[in-house]
């Protein structure tokens, strides 16, 4: 069983940065991709980045790519999302997730994740 929990979100100035962070428990954190969700208001949840259970492989949304980095570290059994050069199209509620396969390119499809957490508000400001 892994529980996640998210942290960090808040307002920004657009072309600023944040840092989210989700704090995870559980055994078998190491062994899990996790991914960031987000979804804003009358839209449909999106991917925004993902990372394999070493770190040694991510993937990032077009719309992310080169501002947002994920990273994580498994001994403080945290995943980090660091959100840079931030637009108003950013605003959402950002979803840290858990799971799938452990070999692989992390997923991208939020069906592939089995846990949850319960999401962190960020709003950019013009």
């Known amino acids: 069983q892994v529980q996640l929990v998210e942290s960090g979100g808040g307002l920004v100035q657009a072309g600023g940065s944040l840092r989210l962070s989700c704090a995870a428990s559980?055994?078998?954190?190491?062994?899990?991709?996790m991914g960031w969700f987000r979804q804003a208001p009358g839209k449909e949840r999106e991917f925004v980045a993902a990372i394999n259970w070493s770190g040694s492989s991510t993937r990032y949304a077009n719309s992310v790519k080169g501002r947002f980095t994920i990273s994580r570290d498994n001994p403080l059994i945290t995943v980090y999302l660091q959100m840079n050069s931030m637009n108003i199209e950013d605003s959402a509620v950002y979803y840290c997730?858990?799971?799938?396969?452990?070999?692989?390119?992390?997923?991208?499809?939020?069906?592939?994740?089995?846990?949850w957490g319960q999401g962190t508000q960020v709003t950019v400001s013009s």
């Open positions: 559980g055994r078998t954190f190491s062994t899990y991709p």
């Open positions: 997730a858990a799971g799938g396969s452990r070999w692989g390119a992390p997923p991208v499809d939020d069906y592939a994740y089995e846990y």
